[in-house]
């Protein structure tokens, strides 16, 4: 018997993770991981509310959830390397020729 | 008894994941830390009684996402990251918003009552019932996706395509 | 029933004549610019002699309405012209003197380029001058007023190359200004309190006002705004100022205008308003002391001067001082009766004086003169009898005048009569100072030599080139004998009866000053007032007093006297002495030379402060350094803010990142704030 | 066809007449002579038809005339209504008088010359429209409609620092614009309607509520715009530079009508929505209008620059229609519509006549000239005579609306009057001492020796001011006539409003 | 509901059939042609399927209801934003017509993208499930993800690409949290059930947060304060047609997201949260744009400053804002679609030529260009008679009609601001001379249509603006039931 909050504060540290790697790291592709950290994250509250609630549409929700990631990781993945063709670095830190 | 035991190693090692996410510097080891994450999550899944979601985490994300992601790595071979000091604002403003965002979150969560707990397997997921929802309530969303994915597929073919394209032509005067 | 006059006619004719030569003139001979302007100028005096001659027969005064002008609300001020004695005598002075020197100036100003717009000016001069008398509100009086001033400023600035000259237009207009503005405060209050200005309306309502009601003091201030504008107009302390400068104008000009009529229309208009300024003793007082401080000061300027016209000039501001005293001491009839007599002598003494300048080919200096009586007889004897005139010697007709004032003065106060008596024996001093200096002696001047004078009288010195002094043509001498002959008998119109006369002038013009003077206010006088006016005031002849004003006379006739002996013996006899003095006592001759130094003093009291003041601190300071500086730096500070703003995008993904999740955390920490409420 | 049925639509035409020439511009003519006869044939047949107005408007009746009152947008709930009264009328006539004239004076244009008349017939349309419209989004259109054609013909025709007196201009009233937008939409969403008549008569009822709170911040909205339009004493600053680059034509009709909008805004707005406010910030508006006439003419005395010199002498002239206006007294009111447009021609032409000089010499500095009289005598004269108008010369223009004015400042209060009336001597001064400067004295450039003196296109187009400038000084009650009853109408609050203001 | 769908059903997803099946004929036909004239014959198949997709809306307009068992839901207000969202994709193909041929541009994609990207716009307009709404918002974002980077040589281009995309999913994340939480608040994800339970029940705090995080989302989509941070760069980086299409049509379709969440739903507590949104975005946009010399960049900002302008309709009363709103995205669609169309001729190829002082002199040398373009910028300051002013004027009325005067103000202010630096780009181009001499090719018939067709709605929308605006207030009354109208207007008391 678990309370329900504890999977909604699992879900919210893992998002809040993905919050912070996407601030602190320096690679884009990693960066990109903490936004699927972040979308995991979701997902599980989606998961416990669907149980919480009694209603299956929550993990069907999930399960749209993760075709978007899935979509999102092959333009992200995409995007990523025509940037690095044409910058020659994954470093996000040296990605900054449009500003101001 | 036996699940919140579950339900703790296992976010136990889903948070552990996370932050190793964080903390290491070479892309693969974040990837991998990730995939123990995305896996721990399943059981979690699996403790919620969602089986179906479960078994799409794993072979989705673990088993396409993931490899999407450690071939990327792969191809463009990134190393470690150097720490470069790029931005202040994210640690000025971003990191202290993360921690206040997130503490306000978890107040609100623990402080949300009308929550008894979740009994192991409470709404069990059946392939039955979720393909009853798909293929009928979220008939629309389902079919949508597939414009999703094709977009994604255009897309990917169009930015990661190497075939080249002669320089754009300079137009003379008129 | 009154017959319609036409008086409107008379104004209008030399605007027609004005019109006509200034559209026309340019390309018409000087002979058809003169046909015209003397002929619309004449008509003008014919019809002025006609309207005299049945004046006898009409209802006096007699109204006449032309054409409405402005009316809103309830007030109303109309094209409307206004007869009695009062304008009827300035109305003749204006267009005889004016027609003399239109006559003259064909001859003296024949050679000059700009002719016919000369003449237009002078048209349009005599159209202002003649609406000014003729009005029958202030308005259109003030249409004169001001018209008058513009024609002066024309013709002072009519050698418009000559820098002194424009500048001098330039003075006279804008110091004219200063004092219309007073006359215009002075109009705003009259609205204000009756709601009219016409002359009737407003009289009326005054007459009706007691004098325990408060009306006392709004005259007074009236009075004393009306005042100023008077001063200004005829160049009284401290406005007088332009009038020396006038000189730079053509002489005719100087004749007509800052001589004969225009200076006199602050005279006219003191006269015109004495119902208010009997009901104000105070500014009447005023009047007075201005009058005669200015007749003394202007009279020792006049002593010291060598130019023969800035002579004049001072003597003029003089005399017109006396109009002023004598209308300062309510003797609006002596003022008036003055005036004539003056326009008739002081024309003649510029007639004539532009005669020998005109001979001379342009000399203004009398240093350069001398012994000149025998090349230009006519303007010698001429000019004699003017400077008689002026000097007050019996029986010429400025003897008559200044006489009376001086006698009412007295009645008023004795200091008033003695300041006038010592300024009658200055005036007839420079007066025939200036006469001994110019026609007697040996001649000083070198006429063909190579006269530095105004670019005006270039035609001149090309035209005299001959060193040889010439009488001046018909043309101009007529006008001169004529003024002669009025200067010799203009006064008997107004023998006093000490003089066993029956002064027909004042009896002429006395009721129309008398009518309106309640004997109440004799009381109601402002206490402290030496023998208040009104006791006076064209009164019956106090028979009584005939001895006594026997023996002033005498004392002004002696002083007059005295004048010209001293100027005999100084210049004459032994000419060297004047320079001695001079030097005797420098300083002071220095600043009576230099006027008092008065035109300096207004530079910097007034002009350099007023211009530097708005160029450095209004301009400089305030417009550009304040008002601008501020407009522009708050722009400047917007563009710094925006500047900042942009640092913003620093184009780092992370910190972008970075805004968002603190945008988040603020967004969501309101949220929650207000749910958990 | 009969005149009388003209009346319902002669606002429409006047209006719009030029808008349509200029869009005909667009499409036809191409040669620049074409575009130049073009253009004043248009403008010469709006002038015609606006003479319609006077002659058909009934002068005892003091309300709006020849109306026109149509929807235009259902909601929000604006009308096509257009009228006008004694005030507005002699505006109109001015803007259509005027137009022609600065057809005429830019006839010499080289450079783009079809933009120029297209702009400067849409700016005629745009000011027509500010004068008839009476409802309040129609007359926010037309008003910000002058804007652009105006900022343009400065940016563009303009001279040297154009681009920087352009962008002022346009800021400065935009800015100051948006305030008086602010209270139209309160105003709106209050009473739910932009016609005038209707919100007067809502306000005159007291049935705006929270109007007593907000109606002072209101009557500020309007006011700040007029304001800097007139432009009041600290709000100027634009004029100036404005005018200096404008091209003659743009100045002549930024001075002769832009300028009015502001106080014919004040006359009708702020006087006719919020007369008590009107009463209560009288004070410090005369204040600042009597600072703008001694300021501005003090400060236009010692101008190096002709065209800045006439400027400032109109942040003067404008502070004596301001203060009639708020003067709230007969004379007051009459004397301010009279100066506005005596104001609109002597300046109007003052501008043109600068304008001739700086097409012969390039240079609006005094100091370049000097004895101009000499080479160019007819010049000389009309300069004068305008000169003459402009100091208020009794018999001209000038003088009935200074008189008025100040005779109806001084009856509210005297001090105004008094120091009002020293702006008499102050004209006399820096309008004479520039002429002596410019005209008097001997030739001092050998360039001025051999200046043309007018041409004929310059000639038809001054004659016209100096003769209107000398008929509206001796017959002013042709205008007065048609104002006067308006002016009446326009007072008919302050009666009660004294009485309230005494009751508190 | 029972499991048959009927005819209804399709009609009521008919512009989105549409639009998907020419997207994907689009891409399919791309390798059966040549380089050359694949350009030109896709352009006009998707032309055809974007005007298809219009005529599709206004006929959809007749069969109003719920459809897919109440996912989607066809009213005056979604067909609105289809035909919005459609027309100003068929302008934006006829604007890139010249663009793709200078750039050589893969057409087939290009064009594919815009179509079906279409699709997911016109689908967050109209679903009423939060499911449906989570999935569009992906398609449209995604589309144009890639349309950003899609001048793949250019190191900007895939930057600017790269920086949406990885906000974009950043922002994504917050909304889908959001929604979680408003799953996991009302046990539904069904907009018109939600707000029942909202209604019924006392709002729970978890509700509230949710909709802080769904703000965030769709605050980052729509650009407006502080989520604004993206635009400039992805603006400036991305392709000048792509960018005229970014910054109006998924805007608008945000904007009716948000529309139909915080006033369909009828979110708690979102007064100050949109006035200080609304206020921040409009300070930071114009002071922001003042100094821009790069033109794309600054009507970037100028886009964030609008964003705010139409939040200050979101924070009026309900119905007369959300008509206020749905004018104001129309009109802005309009101008902006038109000035983006002006600056892309002009770039020229590799958008070489984007500052300000690349466009001195351009009145000379192109008139007709400058004039148009003068035109929308005039709009975009809020001159009269163009459709900007109308927009902004109804903005405020509704603004104040709910008593907020103080937003009022503050938005009155900013639009004077704005003048400047939309007046400096008239100002260069009329009166300063150009300096280099830029290549100024006459304008073809393509982007010649798509100028003229945007231009006449703006001047339509500002002279005529009673049609359009009638009509959104009658969507809008159906938009917001009454109940909600009152309890939505509840929050604004404080504003008093």
């Given at each position: 018997m678990?309370?329900?909050p ?9 998002f809040?993770?993905?919050v ?9 592709i ?15 509250s ?11 549409s ?5 399960f ?6 899935a ?7 995409a995007i ?18 449009l500003?101001? | ?8 190693i ?9 932050v ?7 892309p ?36 396409a996402?993931?490899?999407l ?18 931005s ?63 977009i ?23 | 029933?009154?017959?319609n ?5 008379i ?7 004005a019109?006509?030569n200034g ?6 001979s000087?002979?058809?610019?003169s046909v015209?302007a ?23 005064p007699?109204t006449?309405?032309l ?8 007030f ?5 012209f ?8 300035m109305m ?11 006559i003259?100036s064909?001859?003296?100003m ?17 159209f ?16 004169g007023?001001?018209?008058?001033g513009l ?6 600035g009519?050698w ?11 003075k ?22 009756f709601?009219?200005l ?49 000189m730079?104008?053509?002489?005719p ?5 800052h ?36 007749a ?25 001082g ?36 005109h ?11 001398g ?15 003017a ?5 007050g ?20 106060s004795?200091?008033y ?31 063909g030599a ?21 009488e ?12 002669a ?38 009381e ?6 030496v ?20 023996m ?10 005295l ?5 005999w ?19 002071f001759?220095?600043?009576v ?15 350099r ?5 708005s ?20 722009a400047?500070?917007a ?12 184009g ?8 968002v ?7 969501i ?6 749910g958990?409420? | 066809?009969?005149i ?25 003519p ?6 130049r ?14 003479l ?18 149509r ?6 709930n ?40 297209i ?10 429209g500010?004068?008839t ?14 804007l652009?054609?105006?900022?343009l ?11 920087y ?8 009233t ?5 305030f008086m ?13 932009f016609?005038?008549?209707?919100l007067?008569n ?16 209101l ?12 432009p009041?004493?600290?709000?100027h ?7 200096v ?7 002549v009709l ?6 009015k ?11 006719g ?44 002239h ?14 007051g ?7 506005m ?22 240079t ?16 000389a004269?009309?300069f ?10 009794p018999?001209?223009?000038g ?10 400042a001084f ?17 006399a ?6 002429y ?16 043309p003196?007018l041409?004929?296109?310059e ?5 016209p ?21 308006a ?5 008919a ?7 309230r203001?005494?009751?508190? | 509901?029972?499991?048959?769908l ?15 099946v ?12 040549d ?15 974007s005007?298809a ?22 009213d ?30 893969r ?18 307009s ?6 449906l709404i989570f ?7 995604i589309s ?7 001048r793949r040589?250019e190191?900007a281009?895939?930057?600017?690409s ?20 408003m ?41 407006s ?35 139909r ?21 409009m ?40 008509s ?35 466009y ?21 300051i809020?001159i ?10 109804y903005v ?21 601001v ?8 008239i100002?260069?181009m ?10 100024v090719?006459?304008?073809p ?22 049609r ?29």
């Open positions: 678990v309370p329900l504890y999977y909604l504060v699992l879900s919210g540290i893992l809040a993770c993905g912070t790697g996407f601030l602190i790291k320096r690679n884009i990693t960066i990109f991981m903490s936004i699927e950290l972040m979308l995991n994250g979701v997902n599980l989606f998961v416990a509310f669907a149980a919480h609630w009694h209603a299956l929550g993990q069907v929700f999930v749209f959830v993760m075709v978007v990631a979509a999102e990781a092959a333009v992200g993945l990523i390397i025509a940037v690095y063709r044409t910058r020659e670095t994954l470093n996000v830190d040296q990605v900054n020729l500003k101001l | 008894m036996l699940h919140l035991a579950l339900f703790s296992f976010g136990a090692i889903c948070v552990a994941g996370a190793n996410l964080l903390i290491q510097r070479h693969i080891n974040s990837a991998l830390s990730l995939i123990a994450v995305l896996a721990s999550l399943a059981v979690e899944y699996l403790l919620l009684g969602a089986e179906f979601v479960a078994a799409v985490q794993v072979i989705v994300y673990a088993g996402i993931m490899v992601f450690v071939f990327t790595i792969m191809l463009l071979n990134a190393g470690e990251e150097e720490r470069t000091r790029g202040r604002v994210a640690i000025i403003f971003g990191i202290p918003g993360m921690l206040v965002g997130s503490i306000v979150v978890a107040w609100v969560l623990l402080r949300y009552s009308g929550t008894g707990s979740v009994p192991v397997g409470a709404l069990p997921g059946p392939p039955i019932t979720i393909a009853q929802l798909l293929f009928h309530d979220f008939l629309l969303p389902f079919e949508v996706t597939s414009v999703l994915i094709l994604a597929i255009m897309g990917a073919v169009v930015l990661a395509s190497r075939e080249e394209t002669p320089p754009p032509a300079e137009r003379g005067h008129i | 029933m009154t017959p006059l036409q008086l409107w006619l104004p209008l004719l030399p605007l027609l004549g019109a006509i559209l026309l003139g340019r390309r018409s000087r002979q058809a610019v015209v003397l002929v619309f100028c004449g008509g003008a005096f014919a019809w002025a002699l006609y309207l005299a001659a049945r004046f006898s027969s009409l209802a006096i007699h006449e309405f054409a409405p002008w402005i009316r809103i609300g309830g109303a001020a109309d094209f409307a206004y007869l009695d004695p009062l304008s009827l005598v003749l002075v204006v267009t005889g003197v004016g027609f003399l020197i239109h003259y064909v001859g003296y024949w050679e000059e380029g700009g002719y016919y717009r000369f003449f237009s000016y002078l048209n349009l001069f005599m202002f001058m003649l609406t000014l008398v003729l009005a029958n509100n202030y308005l259109l009086m003030f249409i007023w001001e018209g008058v024609a002066s400023y024309l013709l002072i009519f418009f190359t000559k820098d002194s000259a424009a500048s001098a237009g330039k006279a207009f804008i110091v004219n200004r200063i004092g219309d503005f007073g006359f215009l405060i002075g109009l705003f209050l009259l609205i204000k309190h709601g009219s016409t002359f009737d309306q407003v009289f009326a309502a005054i007459s009706q006002l007691r004098p325990e009601t408060a009306g006392a003091g709004l005259l007074t201030a009236i009075g004393l705004l009306l005042m100023v504008g008077a001063a200004g107009k005829s160049a009284q302390l401290p406005l007088y100022v332009w009038l020396p400068d006038a730079e104008g053509p002489t000009v100087s004749a007509l205008i001589a004969a009529t225009m200076v006199t229309a602050g005279v006219y208009m003191v006269a015109r308003s004495h119902v208010i300024y009997e009901r104000a003793p105070e500014a009447l007082t005023v009047v007075a002391i201005v009058g005669v401080l200015t003394l000061f202007a009279a020792t300027i006049g002593v010291a001067q060598t130019d023969i016209k800035k002579v004049l000039a001072y003597s003029t501001i003089s005399q017109l006396y109009m002023f005293l004598g209308c300062g001491v309510a003797a609006f009839s002596a003022g008036i009766f003055h005036l004539m007599t003056h326009a008739f002598f002081k024309g003649l003494l510029f007639l004539a004086a532009g005669s020998v300048i001979a001379l080919g342009g000399e203004q200096d009398m240093r350069r003169m012994g000149l009586r025998h090349h230009i007889p006519w303007t010698f004897w001429t000019m004699t009898i400077t008689l005139a002026i000097a010697i019996p029986p010429f007709a400025g003897f008559f005048s200044k006489d009376e004032i001086l006698w009412r003065s007295y009645q008023a004795w200091i009569w003695l300041i006038g008596v010592f300024t009658a024996f200055l005036t007839s001093f420079y007066m025939f100072r200036l006469l001994f200096l110019t026609f007697f002696g040996e001649y000083r001047g070198a006429v190579d006269l530095e004078h105004g670019a005006g009288h270039d035609s001149h010195d090309a035209h005299h080139g001959h060193a040889h002094i010439h001046s043509p018909k043309v101009m001498l007529v006008p001169l004998v004529i003024l002959i009025l200067s010799v008998i203009g006064g008997w119109v107004g023998v006093p009866g000490s003089l066993g006369g029956s002064n027909r002038f004042d009896k002429f013009l006395g009721p129309m000053f008398r009518v309106t003077t309640p004997a109440v206010n004799a109601h006088a402002a206490p402290g007032e023998a208040p006016p009104e006791k006076q005031t064209e009164g019956p002849e106090p028979q009584t007093g005939s001895g006594t004003e026997l002033f006379t005498g004392i002004s006739v002696a002083a007059a006297a004048g010209l002996l001293l100027a013996w100084l210049y004459l006899r032994n000419p060297e002495l004047p320079q001695k003095i001079a030097d005797a006592l420098d300083g001759y220095e600043a030379l230099n006027k008092y130094y008065v035109d300096e003093l207004y530079a910097v009291l007034f002009v402060p007023l211009v530097d003041g160029a450095r601190i209004l301009w400089r300071g305030i417009d550009q350094h304040v008002i601008d500086r501020a407009v522009n730096d708050s400047d500070g563009r710094h803010v925006s500047d900042n703003v942009r640092h913003m995008q620093s780092n993904l992370r910190s972008y990142a970075g805004w999740a603190a945008g988040a955390a603020v967004v920490a309101y949220m929650v704030w207000t958990a409420r | 066809m009969n009388e049925t003209l009346s319902p639509f002669i606002l429409t035409l006047v209006t719009f007449v030029p808008a349509g020439g200029a869009l005909l511009l667009v499409l036809f191409r040669r620049d002579r074409d575009v006869l073009f253009a004043l044939v248009v403008s010469l047949l709006a002038f015609i038809l606006s319609h107005l006077p002659a058909h408007l009934v002068r005892s009746q003091p309300g709006f005339q020849f109306e026109v009152n929807q235009w947008i259902t909601s929000p604006i009308h096509y209504h257009m009228g006008v009264d004694g005030f507005s009328m002699w505006l109109i006539l001015l803007t259509t008088f005027l137009t022609p004239l600065c057809v005429l004076i830019s006839w010499r244009i080289h450079d783009r010359v079809k933009e120029f008349f702009l400067l017939l849409v700016l005629e349309t745009a000011l027509i500010v004068f419209s009476l409802d309040l989004f129609l007359f926010y259109f037309f008003w910000e409609g002058t652009i054609p105006m900022a013909l400065i940016g563009i025709f303009g001279h040297e620092r154009r681009v007196a352009a962008v002022k201009f346009f800021l400065f935009m800015i100051a614009s948006v937008l602010a209270a139209i939409l309160w105003l709106y969403a209050k009473v739910g309607s016609d005038f008549v209707t007067q809502a306000i005159r009822a007291g049935q705006v509520q929270n109007f007593s709170g907000a109606s002072f911040w009557f500020l909205g309007f006011f700040v715009a007029f304001a800097v339009k007139v009041l004493f600290p709000l600053t634009w004029l100036p530079d404005a005018h680059e404008a091209p003659t034509a743009g100045s930024l001075a002769g009508v832009l300028l909008m502001g106080t014919y805004g004040m006359l009708r707005f702020n006087l929505l919020f007369p008590e406010q009107s009463q209560r910030n009288a004070p410090w508006i005369a204040a600042l209008a009597l600072i703008g006439i001694i300021y501005g003419a003090l400060v236009a005395m010692v101008q190096p620059n002709m065209k800045k010199l006439i400027a400032y002498s109109s942040i003067s404008l502070g004596f229609v301001v203060l009639g206006i708020f003067s709230f007294t007969t004379a009111l009459n004397g301010a519509i009279f100066v447009l005596a104001h609109g021609i002597s300046t109007g032409a003052l501008f043109m006549l600068a304008g001739i000089l700086h097409e012969r010499r390039h609006y500095e005094i100091r370049e000239f000097g004895g101009l009289a000499t080479p160019m005598p007819i010049y004269a009309l004068l005579f305008i000169v003459l108008s402009s100091v208020g010369l018999m001209l223009n003088f009935v609306g200074e008189f008025l004015v100040l005779s109806g009856r509210a209060h005297a001090i105004y009057g008094i120091l009002g009336a020293t702006g008499v001597i102050w004209s001064c820096y309008l004479l001492w520039m002596q400067r410019v005209f008097f004295g001997k030739v001092t450039h050998e360039v001025n020796n051999t200046l003196d041409t004929v296109f000639r038809a187009a001054l004659w001011t100096a003769v209107i400038a000398l008929v509206m000084g001796v017959a002013p009650l042709l205008w007065l006539g048609a104002i006067d009853p002016v009446q109408k326009a007072l609050p302050f009666a009660q409003v004294a009485s203001l005494v009751g508190q | 509901m029972n499991g048959i009927q005819t209804a059903d399709y009609v009521r997803i008919l512009p989105e059939l549409v639009l998907s020419f997207g994907i004929v689009v891409m399919l036909l791309e390798p059966l042609f380089e050359r004239r694949t350009q030109r014959t896709l352009g006009t198949i998707a032309l055809v399927g005007l997709a219009i005529a599709a809306s206004v006929y959809q307009a007749q069969y109003p209801g719920f459809a897919f068992w109440n996912m989607v839901r066809v005056g207000f979604s067909v609105f934003f289809h035909v919005l969202v459609t027309t100003i994709a068929a302008v934006v193909i006829l604007t890139s017509y010249e663009y793709m041929s200078v750039q050589r541009i057409a087939g994609e290009y064009y594919g993208l815009i179509l079906l990207g279409a699709v997911g716009m016109c689908l967050m109209s679903a009423v499930e939060l499911v999935i569009a918002l992906e398609i449209s974002s144009t993800y890639i349309l950003a980077g899609f040589r190191a281009s895939s930057e600017a790269l920086k949406y995309f990885l906000l974009g999913s950043f922002a994504t994340a917050f909304f889908l949290y959001g929604v979680a939480l799953f996991g608040a009302t046990g539904s994800t069904n907009i018109d059930k939600i707000s029942q339970a909202l209604q019924e029940r006392t709002v729970p705090t978890l509700a509230y947060l949710s909709v802080a995080l769904m703000f965030v989302g769709l605050g980052f989509k729509v650009a304060a502080p989520f604004h941070i993206w635009t400039p760069d992805v603006y400036e980086g991305a392709p000048a047609p792509i960018v005229g299409f970014m910054s109006t049509a998924p805007k608008a379709a945000a904007f009716a997201v948000l529309l969440i915080l006033l369909e739903a009828n979110a708690p507590g979102r007064f100050w949260l949109i006035w200080f949104s609304a206020a921040l975005s300070c930071l946009g114009n002071i922001g744009a003042l100094v821009q010399t790069n033109v794309k960049r600054l009507l970037a900002y100028s886009s964030i400053a609008h964003a705010g302008y139409l939040l200050v309709a979101f924070a009026a009363a309900p119905q007369i804002g959300i206020a709103a749905m004018f104001y995205t129309a009109a802005y669609a309009a101008m902006n679609v038109g000035a983006f169309a002006a600056v892309s001729h002009f770039a020229n190829a590799g958008e070489k030529y984007v500052t300000l002082d690349d001195a002199g351009l009145g000379r040398r192109s008139p007709i260009l400058a004039a148009t373009l003068t035109i929308f910028l005039l709009s975009l809020g009269p008679a163009t459709g900007g002013f109308f927009a902004k004027f405020f009325s509704a603004a104040l009609k709910a008593d907020l005067v103080g937003l009022a103000i503050i938005g009155v202010l900013n639009s004077a704005a003048a400047y630096y939309y007046l400096r780009i100002v260069v009329y009166m300063r001379e150009g300096r280099q001499e830029i290549p090719t006459k304008i018939i393509g982007l010649g249509t798509a100028l003229v067709v945007s231009l006449v709605a703006t001047i339509y929308l500002g002279v005529l603006p009673g359009v605006l009638d009509y959104a207030l009658r969507s809008a009354g159906q938009l917001v039931p009454p109940a909600s109208a009152v309890a939505a207007s509840g929050p604004v008391a404080p504003a008093r």
